[in-house]
């Protein structure tokens, strides 16, 4: 016989530990040095040195161009979460997504000046900026 052990479902009346802050942006009119749209290697080492400003944590990192003229994609992963970036040189728009988790501490205001920081470097003249609170 089969020693089964009693499955006790977590319900809602346990607090939530990890919530988190996800800062969106479509980024239009960008009037930004080229290489932020063009060179995935510049790019790359751009926001890596914001993340390290922002006093979050670099576990690893991707980017990619899409060749002569192309924009680049590209992602942070942080300990805390993630920040993405993709950009659209032929029309001056860029996508800007910074999440944060906040398990052991307020990650907010590093995630807020991440997103900030980035944002001015592109100097949009039509951000679309969206704030979710995830819990």
Same mark, same amino acid.
């Given at each position: 016989m089969k020693n089964f052990q009693q499955v006790v479902p977590i319900t809602a009346a346990v607090p939530r530990q990890a919530t988190g802050l996800h800062l969106i942006g479509d980024l239009y009119g960008c009037l930004c040095d080229s290489r932020l749209m063009l060179d995935a290697?510049?790019?790359?080492? $751009? %926001?890596?040195? &914001?993340?390290a400003d922002a006093g979050l944590t670099s576990v690893g990192s991707l980017f990619h161009s899409f060749?002569?003229? @192309? @924009? *680049?994609?590209? *992602?942070? *992963?942080?300990?805390?979460?993630?920040?993405?970036?993709? #950009?659209?040189?032929?029309?001056?728009?860029?996508?800007?997504?910074?999440? *944060? %988790?906040?398990?052991? #501490?307020?990650? &907010?205001?590093?995630? !807020?000046?991440l997103f900030?920081?980035? !944002?001015?470097? $592109?100097?949009?003249?039509?951000?679309?900026?969206?704030r979710v609170e995830r819990a």
């Open positions: 290697a510049h790019l790359e080492a $751009f %926001c890596k040195a &914001r993340v060749g002569e003229g @192309g @924009g *680049v994609t590209g *992602v942070v *992963v942080l300990a805390e979460s993630h920040l993405s970036i993709h #950009t659209w040189p032929e029309a001056g728009y860029v996508t800007l997504d910074v999440y *944060v %988790c906040n398990y052991s #501490t307020n990650n &907010r205001p590093k995630a !807020q000046k900030d920081d980035i !944002q001015a470097a $592109f100097s949009p003249s039509d951000p679309h900026l969206h």
